[in-house]
């Protein structure tokens, strides 16, 4: 069977922005699978109690390291990566989840903005991958799922910064799929909808209405779905639409 029920049992998950709404709904469906999870996102308290909420429903034994990163901290983000293969030895599942959203005018948007929209989108990223994807190399197994946006593909007024930082991690992961695929890595660009997040109310300022917004657990179930694959079909490219687009 390509699609089994234990594939996922006691693989290293790694996942960026794991307490935000889409992160920590990916935490949840993961620990579900019994996968052993290293969470990282800028509050230490948020993901102290997120671990908590894991803890109380899940009645396996699996390993939840947590530790709070400025990502955008170069220094901070190298040795997040070594503490990570220190704990768990190698990473199996990459998830870059964490994402930074900005409505402005390009005339309101400065230089600084751009930088730091592109290095948390886009570098952060890029270095994960090409840290974490040498076991997987090595181990002629893993998954990179990189969390983009319906933005990837498109652009809208007030979001230049965003949608660049996205188009550009498309381009990533179609680059990396293709170089990755031969040691069996599986590298997949997911691309959502708006979603019911704190980032999905900096949505609403461009006039979308919240209410038609995809719920993230959904999303979360559709990504965990995904990786649960491991015979010879692959998603190289997910796109996520809302029934009702306003």
């Known amino acids: 069977m390509t699609l089994q029920d234990n594939i996922l049992c006691s693989k290293n998950v790694f996942i960026t922005g794991a307490t935000g709404g889409l992160g920590r709904a990916l935490a949840i469906e993961y620990a579900k699978k019994e996968c052993n999870l290293f969470l990282t996102g800028r509050c230490s308290f948020k993901l102290s109690e997120l671990k908590k909420e894991i803890d109380n429903f899940i009645d396996k034994e699996i390993d939840i390291q947590c530790r709070a990163c400025d990502l955008r901290d170069e220094s901070a983000l190298y040795s997040l990566i070594k503490f990570a293969k220190d704990t768990f030895g190698h990473i199996d599942i990459l998830i870059n989840c964490a994402g930074t959203f900005s409505v402005k005018s390009i005339e309101e948007t400065t230089i600084e903005q751009y930088k730091e929209c592109i290095n948390l989108n886009l570098t952060v990223p890029f270095v994960l991958i090409k840290e974490f994807s040498k076991e997987m190399v090595f181990n002629k197994w893993g998954q990179i799922i990189n969390i983009a946006s319906s933005s990837a593909y498109g652009g809208a007024p007030n979001t230049s910064i965003y949608c660049a930082s996205k188009h550009g991690l498309l381009g990533l992961s179609r680059s990396l799929y293709k170089e990755l695929n031969p040691y069996n890595v599986r590298v997949i660009c997911v691309s ?17 209405d919240f209410d038609t917004f995809i719920e ?4 979360a179930k559709y990504v965990v779905c995904n990786s649960s694959f491991n ?12 029934m009702f687009i306003q």
Do not use: A, C, F, H
């Not at 019911?196 to 461009?206: A, C, I, P, Q």
């Not at 993230?216 to 999303?219: A, D, I, L, R, S």
């Not at 015979?231 to 809302?242: F, K, P, T, V």
């Open 192 to 208: 959502p909808g708006s979603i019911k997040t704190s980032m999905g109310r900096e949505v609403e300022k461009l006039g979308q």
């Open 216 to 219: 993230p657990t959904e999303v």
């Open 231 to 242: 015979g010879n079909m692959i998603s190289e490219e997910i796109r996520l639409n809302r």
